[in-house]
Each structure stands twice: as C-alpha cells, then as structure tokens.
C-alpha cells in the first residue's frame, strides 16, 4: 500500500511537470489551458457499518428474522492519509480532476459486533427475540484507497465568483482486519443463564472484511474570491445509484459472507484557500459523505464445524450505511 502511494505521487508531480512543457515542444497552442497540481495530508474519522436480518433462505429452509439480527459498526477513528490531485482545465473553463487518497496509519479503532435475539431463535424459554445477546468489541486495522474522478464546467458569475456544475465517479475500498476479540452476553443475566455464558476473549485475528462502493456523482460548487488572496470553495453532490460489493470472512467461524447492494449518496465539502501568488497557494478543507445500500447477502461454511457442515449457505437481506468526515491540509501549484 505505501509502494503505491509513493508511485502515484511521483506519477502525479511527473506529470503535472511535463504535461504543460510538452505542448509547445509538440506545437500545440497551450494558451489559456493549465494544470493544477495538488499534494497534502488530511484526517479521516466515520464508519462503515452493515446490517442482516429479516427474510432468509438456505440449504436447510427459510424464514424469517427481526431486522437487524446482526449489526458489524467497523470504525475509522483518527485515520491520517495522504492526498494527492491533478487537474487540466482548458481555456473555455472545463475541468478534468483526478484525486487518490491513500491511508497513512492502520489503527482504526474497535469493531463493535451486535447481536439481537440470538437466546430466543435458538429456543430458550423465556428470551425475547429484541434483548441484545451477544456483544464484541475488536481491535481493528484498515488500509484504504480512495478515488475520484470529476468532469465539471466553470460559469462565471461576476468578478469575483462563479459556479461549476459537474459529474463524477468515485471509487471507495476499504480493507478491514480485526484481531483480539472480548465477547460479553449483556442479556444472560435478566435471563439467569450467565453460568453457560461466560465472557470471551480470544487473541489474534478473528475477522477480515473488505467494502468497495462505486459511486457516480452529479455535482455543483461555488467559488467566491475574498480580500484579493482568499477564496472559498462550496462543493455538494448526490448520486441517485449506487453500488456496493463487500466480503466478510468470520475466521473462528469458517464463515464467509459476501454482500451486494444498492443505494444513494450525498457529499459537501467547504475549502478555503489562501493563494500566496497566481500559481501557488494553501488549501484547508472540510467535507462529509454518506451512504446508504439494501441488497442480499450470502454466507457459505468453508469448513465443517460445531456450528455448520462445510457447504452450508444461506442467503439473508442486507443493509449497509456509511459515514465519514474529513479535514485536509494541502499545498497546490498552478502550471500555464
């Protein structure tokens, strides 16, 4: 992951370098066009959490459940990565952009893994199929990349603002490992039953669990020009569709669960930048994006175990949401 980010940021300041140089080697008018590059840090906090319950079928049947039986909240928690951007605007204002990030420390926070009903699907007397039986907490690592890709148009306003109208594709992954596991049964005790219950604790990997979104974006910004070296950047976005793909691997359980689904997203994001001469300036930013999918998900047993014979599947409904907020601090230089 760090070979790769050091690969696209060489390849980014490369060509934002040679990319304006070449055009009058080659002969072509590059008046009025420019390439802007940008480099930078930023803080990543959020989650992306997912949901199953409700109507199921398998090998052995079908039914169904409350909604959620089960809730995995993976955390970003205090994620610093790295930003890298270059972007071509042509000399009648359209805009191409194309910006990675890429995670720069690992630690994400803990896993918090619910679990509702469990006591009473599985026949014990007196239970309720809304108690929360069972509830963990892991250690979890995340490495991450994510891009985007914008196509936009600036239509001036007066001499000091102007709105770009747009659209854009993004692409999330996250890839998640969970290891030192505390398992409790908050419920055991309103039911007299935490002598065959005890807490658990488990050292070592116990989960991996991977997420891409792919996300196509309509967008619209603002950009106003203040005290002459200042200017403030408004950015929202919706995408109508979206898709997810995610793969669960529960170690312990010899369990894997992968999920697809669809849904929608928004995005805002405020920047303000102070631009040191007409090339070279410091951006500070802040943004927010959320996401919301339903779809299926099906869980196959890889390995014969106390709970399930290698082979046995089922399929479940899904739901997956995420949340994540950002600040960014980054420098950017303007080629013409």
């Known amino acids: 992951m760090k070979i790769r980010l050091i690969q696209i940021t060489l390849l980014i300041i490369l060509v934002g370098l040679i990319y304006p140089i070449s055009?009058?080697?080659?002969?072509?008018?590059?008046?009025?066009?420019?390439?802007?590059?940008?480099?930078?840090?930023?803080?990543?906090?959020?989650?992306?959490?997912?949901?199953?319950?409700?109507?199921?079928?398998?090998?052995?049947?079908?039914?169904?459940?409350?909604?959620?039986?089960?809730?995995?909240?993976?955390?970003?928690?205090?994620?610093?990565?790295?930003?890298?951007?270059?972007?071509?605007?042509?000399?009648?204002?359209?805009?191409?952009?194309?910006?990675?990030?890429?995670?720069a420390s690992n630690y994400a926070g803990k896993l918090r893994d619910s679990d509702w009903g469990i006591f009473y699907y599985n026949g014990i007397s007196g239970t309720s199929e809304n108690s929360l039986d069972i509830f963990s907490k892991t250690d979890t690592y995340v490495d991450f990349i994510l891009w985007q890709f914008q196509f936009r148009w600036d239509k001036k306003i007066n001499s000091k603002s102007y709105f770009s109208p747009g659209f854009g594709f993004e692409y999330r992954s996250f890839n998640f490992t969970g290891k030192d596991v505390r398992q409790t049964y908050p419920s055991c005790g309103s039911y007299g039953i935490c002598s065959s219950y005890p807490d658990i604790n488990i050292n070592g990997r116990v989960i991996t669990y991977d997420i891409q979104f792919y996300v196509p974006m309509v967008m619209i910004g603002y950009s106003y020009r203040f005290f002459k070296k200042w200017n403030l950047n408004i950015d929202t976005g919706v995408s109508p569709y979206l898709?997810?793909?995610?793969?669960?691997?529960?170690?312990?359980?010899?369990?894997?669960?992968?999920?697809?689904?669809?849904?929608?997203?928004?995005?805002?994001?405020?920047?303000?930048?102070?631009?040191?001469?007409?090339?070279?300036?410091?951006?500070?930013?802040?943004?927010?994006?959320?996401?919301?999918?339903?779809?299926?998900?099906?869980?196959?047993?890889?390995k014969t175990s106390s709970e399930a014979n290698r082979g046995d599947w089922a399929k479940i409904d899904y739901r997956v949401f995420s949340s994540t907020y950002e600040f960014v601090l980054s420098f950017n230089y303007l080629f013409t």
């Open 23 to 103: 055009f009058p080697i080659l002969g072509v008018d590059y008046s009025g066009n420019s390439v802007n590059v940008e480099a930078g840090v930023g803080l990543l906090n959020g989650h992306t959490t997912y949901q199953i319950g409700g109507n199921f079928n398998s090998n052995s049947g079908s039914g169904h459940f409350r909604f959620p039986l089960s809730e995995l909240r993976f955390p970003l928690e205090n994620i610093f990565y790295v930003y890298n951007s270059i972007e071509y605007t042509s000399k009648n204002k359209w805009r191409f952009l194309v910006s990675v990030k890429i995670d």
């Open 243 to 302: 898709y997810v793909t995610d793969l669960d691997n529960h170690l312990l359980r010899y369990k894997k669960s992968k999920g697809k689904a669809s849904g929608q997203s928004y995005m805002a994001s405020l920047y303000i930048t102070y631009n040191f001469n007409r090339r070279a300036g410091l951006n500070l930013g802040a943004s927010y994006s959320g996401y919301s999918a339903r779809g299926r998900q099906k869980q196959v047993y890889y």
